[in-house]
């Protein structure tokens, strides 16, 4: 779906920097696995369009940002207890 759904302005922006919106909202999208998601393709078609207002216009540009903008950080990782290492334990 292209990102035209998405402005409220269409004449704020040249076809040519719809289309790099457009190619990049595909992109993140693709890339995040939420192309089905209505409300999280709307989030994402919001960032492009504020961006773009910034000035970024090259559709790797935004992609880049997006996705390093939504980058999740991973939970420090703590290792689990088994149930076979419970067992293990002298009786209290």
Known sequence: MPIRTYLEDHSAFQPGEIDAMS??????????????????????????????RTGVLDAKALTERVLAEAKIRPEPHRPRRSPASDSRRAPG
């Open 23 to 52: 190619r990049a909202l595909e992109e993140v999208c693709k890339t995040l696995n939420i192309n089905g998601d209505a409300r999280h393709r709307e989030t994402i078609a919001a960032r492009i369009i504020d961006l773009a």
